[in-house]
């Protein structure tokens, strides 16, 4: 007996863009896996919106093994803007249309924060391309309009997949690198990624972090003094004489030799949506400390190390349980949105039931939230703990507590 499906006959393609994460393989494989329950063909698109360009660079996903545990993204990625944009003036949308006719694809997955999606919403809009978003990114900065119930009252949120993963590798950093903190009574500032969000730096006080600054609150020439004096306490009262320090690379610091607030670049060129590539703040940072406070200190790059390695579990289960959402968009021809959590919960809840869909007009970037943070006591708040713990579970740091009887010599 054949049984026709619901969708055969139609292909569903699913692309990544912009930078990897360790979810974007399981995002790919749950997806698949429940496009072709439903009778799509699914195709994968390499390279992101690349793959769409020119003669197109597609691949067929329908019935070949595919492992969404391994990290980052089997069908490639890079910063391609079809749109003009500031490094790349030319309309290059066309070329789309073009081959998303010529492949026959019949709804679009695009999976990718705010640049990737924010040009599938253009074809969505402008062309009426059936496409459906799937969030992305470590810097958890894509707005998903996540409900946090805290204190008797709901604030807005955001839940994308790869941070879960990003988050609980900078916790891990973070943990390990006291021995030899501790070892030496040193200040060790930690730079982690986010760009113009702190929400990824925050994961660093899960690891024992003691101290953080954040880029959505710049730190002024009065505010560093402050800062100054701030570290040098807390690192006198620290037991083991030993801080850490965590910064996110986009942190706005004040240069007393040029008057200005600056970031630092690893390189100041642009990607195609207009983005610089940060790296090093944590170097000028612990120099400064140094000198303004005698301590000695140290800066720490942790770059990609929360975009390596494989999908953590509940990345595992959100990416699942956000496919399953796909599917209900399917069904009802819903396309123009991306599935979320409506609500952040503990991995043991992440189920459909939590989900909605928001239409992708809605995105947009969304910075760390003021009360996450303490900007007096630089560090995060109560309600960000709370957050973070419904993702990474209880704050965890090596400990080995001693104190030594001094010896007298007779
Ligand atoms: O995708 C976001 C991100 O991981 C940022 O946190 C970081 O600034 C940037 O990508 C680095 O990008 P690239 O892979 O181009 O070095």
């Given at each position: 007996m054949r049984t026709e499906k619901l969708f055969s006959g139609k292909t569903l393609a699913i692309l990544s863009g912009g930078g990897d994460t360790p979810a974007i393989n399981s995002s790919i494989e749950c997806v698949r896996n429940r496009a072709s329950m439903l009778g799509f063909k699914v195709y994968g698109i390499q390279r992101g919106w690349k793959g769409l360009l020119g003669n197109g660079d597609v691949v067929d996903l329908t019935n070949i093994p595919y492992n969404g545990i391994y990290g980052g993204t089997a069908l490639l990625s890079s910063r391609t803007n079809p749109f003009p944009g500031k490094k790349n003036t030319e309309d290059r949308s066309e070329q789309i249309l073009r081959n998303i006719e010529r492949y026959k694809i019949d709804v679009l997955v695009t999976i990718g924060g705010d640049d990737t999606n924010g040009a599938a919403k253009k074809l969505y809009e402008q062309y009426g391309i059936p496409v459906i978003g799937f969030p992305k990114t470590i810097d958890n900065d894509l707005r998903t309009h996540t409900l946090h119930h805290y204190g008797g009252q709901q604030n807005e949120t955001v839940l994308c997949p790869g941070f879960p993963s990003g988050a609980l590798a900078i916790k891990k950093l973070t943990a390990k690198l006291h021995t030899t903190n501790e070892s030496h009574q040193r200040i060790m500032v930690l730079e982690v990624m986010g760009r113009d969000a702190g929400w990824l730096t925050g994961s660093a006080i899960f690891g024992g972090a003691q101290v953080a600054l954040i880029p959505e609150v710049e730190m002024t020439r009065e505010r560093k003094d402050f800062f100054f004096e701030f570290v040098k306490e807390k690192y006198m009262r620290s037991p083991k004489r030993s801080l850490i320090i965590a910064v996110s690379e986009g942190v706005r610091w004040w240069n007393e030799e040029k008057q200005t607030l600056d970031m630092v670049y690893a390189s100041p060129d642009l990607d195609e949506y207009g983005h610089p590539r940060f790296g090093g703040i944590s170097g000028v940072i612990a120099s400064e400390i140094s000198k303004r406070t005698g301590i000695e200190a140290r800066g720490q790059i942790s770059g990609y190390i929360p975009r390596a390695g494989k999908c953590s579990e509940y990345d595992r289960r959100l990416t699942s349980t956000l496919a399953d959402k796909v599917v209900d968009l399917l069904l009802r021809a819903d396309y123009g949105k991306m599935p979320v959590m409506k609500n952040i919960v503990p991995y043991s809840e992440l189920e459909e039931y939590h989900t909605s869909a928001i239409e992708m007009g809605n995105i947009g970037n969304f910075p760390?939230?003021?009360?996450?943070?303490?900007a007096n006591e630089f560090y995060f708040t109560d309600q960000y703990i709370d957050f973070l713990s419904n993702i990474l579970g209880a704050p965890y740091r090596m400990e080995f507590d001693y104190e030594f009887p001094l010896v007298i010599p007779h």
């Open positions: 760390l939230p003021e009360d996450y943070y303490n």
